[in-house]
């Protein structure tokens, strides 16, 4: 039987990869796969050049040992969901870990992205490269929507974030009427000072 280790990641804590996992646990089973090693991560792959601040350091070490069982030979093949879950640091950066794996002797699929599996490395290569210029993007576009969002916010004297207390989380919910009355007389001040 044919060994296999499932990889998925998702972006923020918000989101849960057990979708991913599930679904790619299940794909295996159909196609005869014995799933002997999982990879799962919630830490963004993307970060700028400038700032880390540990962003993507959860990934970068699950990868790092993603690729470190391919080349013991712990397995032949990589389940993804899809190829945008293996990097989103662009082009260069997606095929370099692809070439990695199929230099260890793995192979990568994806029910998503089945064309993943082709005897011509140089279209596979093409594809790969156009999906993680579109998977850079999206994520590109996401941050400058945010930051739009946040400065929006701002601009509008609304609140922005969600700091945690220095004391840790509340030990009961809070009640949120009392912040809603003291942001409404905030606004009422800062109008009648206009």
């Keep these: 039987m044919t060994k296999a280790a499932v990889w998925a990641?998702?972006?923020?804590?918000?989101?849960?990869?057990?979708?991913?996992l599930d679904q790619?646990?299940?794909?295996?089973?159909?196609?005869?796969?014995?799933?002997?090693?999982?990879?799962?991560?919630?830490?963004?792959?993307?970060?700028?050049?400038?700032?880390?601040?540990?962003?993507?350091?959860?990934f970068d070490?699950?990868?790092?040992?993603?690729?470190?069982?391919?080349?013991?030979?712990?397995?032949q093949v990589i389940l993804i969901w899809a190829i945008d879950r293996l990097s989103r640091k662009g082009i260069e950066d997606t095929l370099a870990v692809m070439r990695q794996l199929y230099e260890?002797?793995?192979?990568?699929?994806?029910?998503?992205?089945?064309?993943?599996v082709t005897s011509e490395p140089h279209m596979r290569e093409l594809l790969v490269s156009f999906m993680a210029w579109v998977a850079e993007q999206e994520s590109?576009?996401?941050s400058e929507r945010i930051k739009a969002g946040l400065a929006r916010r701002r601009a509008?004297?609304?609140?922005?974030?969600g700091a945690v207390s220095?004391?840790?989380?509340?030990?009961?919910?809070?009640?949120?009427?009392?912040?809603?009355?003291?942001w409404a007389r905030r606004k009422a001040v800062q109008g009648s000072r206009s």
Excluded: M
């Design 9 to 20: 990641r998702v972006s923020t804590a918000d989101q849960h990869t057990a979708n991913q």
């Design 24 to 58: 790619l646990r299940a794909w295996a089973k159909r196609r005869g796969l014995q799933v002997v090693a999982e990879f799962s991560t919630e830490d963004s792959a993307w970060v700028t050049a400038t700032i880390r601040n540990g962003k993507g350091a959860e």
């Design 61 to 75: 070490k699950a990868r790092a040992d993603l690729l470190n069982g391919a080349r013991l030979g712990h397995y």
């Design 104 to 116: 260890h002797g793995c192979d990568i699929w994806s029910p998503q992205e089945p064309w993943l």
């Design 140 to 142: 590109r576009r996401r």
């Design 156 to 161: 509008e004297g609304k609140p922005v974030g």
């Design 166 to 182: 220095k004391r840790g989380a509340d030990r009961k919910p809070r009640r949120t009427e009392g912040y809603r009355q003291a």
